[in-house]
């Protein structure tokens, strides 16, 4: 079936420096790629979402890249702070499917 | 109340035992659904209802799970005979629909524990 992955499990990432977080799909058919962070005893919660006619969107210190050519996601997060410390999960949707989660990256930050 | 709420926020269980986990989405919102969450794990989709349509229960794991959603509004995720592989938190989460990507507002779950 389809799946939705990541490259890395864990990143840890120094206070200030920007942060990546990668994931690979294979569904080429998803109409959209949405990114939710999970913090520690919460529920995930939506970050930011890119529809698969664009290849970048920007958001508020976050940016999400798209490559369709090699099936790839990443989200970008500028002078990472200690509150984005959480489990990132990217997510593909199309039309009334329901959303396909990934296994999560958890992003450590070091002060 | 301003976001999804679930409760229990923890159950424990005994092997056996038959369990009923409840979630108020927000309001307005049309779709609901049901994911489960293993330790250290991503998330498993179980069961999704969009307004009056038939539910997409392709993601329940047996037969043991069953899940129904009265008026639209609240749903309630009933495991019977529990077995210690259901222990995760079950998440719930809602949405509006007709968005663009299915943005979902979770809750923050509810942790079970089967003895």
């Known amino acids: 079936g389809e799946s939705v992955g990541l490259h890395l499990p864990t990143l840890s990432v120094q206070e200030g420096d920007n942060s990546i977080i990668n994931c690979a799909y294979s569904n080429s058919a998803s109409d959209y790629f949405i990114w939710y962070k999970q913090e520690s005893g919460k529920g995930p919660q939506f970050i930011i979402d890119?529809?698969?006619?664009?290849d970048k969107r920007q958001g508020q210190r976050v940016t999400v890249l798209l490559n369709k050519t090699v099936k790839h996601l990443s989200l970008q997060i500028a002078a990472t702070q200690p509150g984005d410390s959480a489990v990132y999960f990217c997510?593909?949707?199309?039309?009334?499917?329901?959303?396909?989660f990934g296994k999560g990256t958890r992003l450590s930050v070091i002060a | 109340g301003a976001g999804v709420s679930q409760s229990p926020s923890n159950k424990v269980t005994e092997k056996g035992k038959d369990v009923e986990l409840r979630c108020d989405p927000i309001s307005g919102h049309t779709a609901l659904y049901w994911y489960r969450q293993s330790l250290g794990q991503g998330l498993e989709f179980l069961i999704y209802?969009?307004?009056?349509?038939?539910?997409?229960k392709s993601g329940l794991p047996s037969d043991r799970f069953s899940a129904e959603r009265t008026g639209g509004s609240v749903s309630t995720l009933t495991i019977q005979r529990t077995q210690q592989e259901d222990s995760a938190v079950y998440l719930c989460?809602?949405?509006?629909?007709?968005?663009?990507?299915?943005?979902?507002?979770f809750g923050s779950g509810t942790q079970l524990s089967v003895l």
């Open positions: 997510a593909e949707w199309s039309g009334n499917t329901p959303l396909v």
């Open positions: 989460a809602s949405s509006l629909l007709g968005q663009g990507a299915e943005k979902l507002f």
């Open positions: 209802f969009q307004g009056n349509s038939a539910p997409d």
């Open positions: 890119i529809r698969s006619n664009m």
